[in-house]
């Protein structure tokens, strides 16, 4: 049974740092994309990062230079590591991998391309 699921999201003051983590299980983490995305209340869930099977990586701008993500095959889990926190990332965080086939050495940040995700977890970036 595939299962992700995210942990490490609290209050951070604005310009503070929070490391999330998304732990895989039913699957191996390393052969499957995985996507973060986020919703903040009243939008739709944005993609913003994402890394592939080959490691590779995609961005949106707002989050360049700012989020990294990573991955330890050892422990099944995917890291995103985010810094300069900003009031406007405050949402719920997900993460999220794709049902086979697997497009090799490619991510997307489409929501629609993702069929497993986690429940969540909630950053909230406030003085």
């Known amino acids: 049974q595939v299962q992700l699921v995210e942990s490490g999201g609290e209050l951070v003051q604005p310009g503070g740092s929070l490391r999330l983590s998304c732990a895989a299980s039913?699957?191996?983490?390393?052969?499957?994309?995985i996507g973060w995305f986020r919703q903040a209340p009243g939008t739709g869930r944005e993609g913003f990062l994402c890394?592939?099977?080959?490691?590779?990586?995609s961005y949106i701008d707002s989050v360049k230079g700012r989020f990294t993500i990573s991955r330890d095959n050892a422990k099944n889990t995917v890291y995103l590591q985010m810094n300069s926190l900003k009031h406007d990332d405050s949402a719920i965080y997900y993460c999220?991998?794709?049902?086979?086939?697997?497009?090799?050495?490619?991510?997307?940040?489409?929501?629609?391309?993702?069929?497993?995700w986690g429940k969540g977890t909630q950053v909230t970036v406030s003085s």
């Open positions: 039913g699957f191996t983490l390393e052969y499957y994309p």
């Open positions: 999220a991998t794709v049902r086979p086939p697997i497009r090799a050495g490619q991510c997307q940040l489409t929501a629609s391309e993702y069929g497993y």
């Open positions: 890394i592939s099977n080959s490691g590779s990586t």
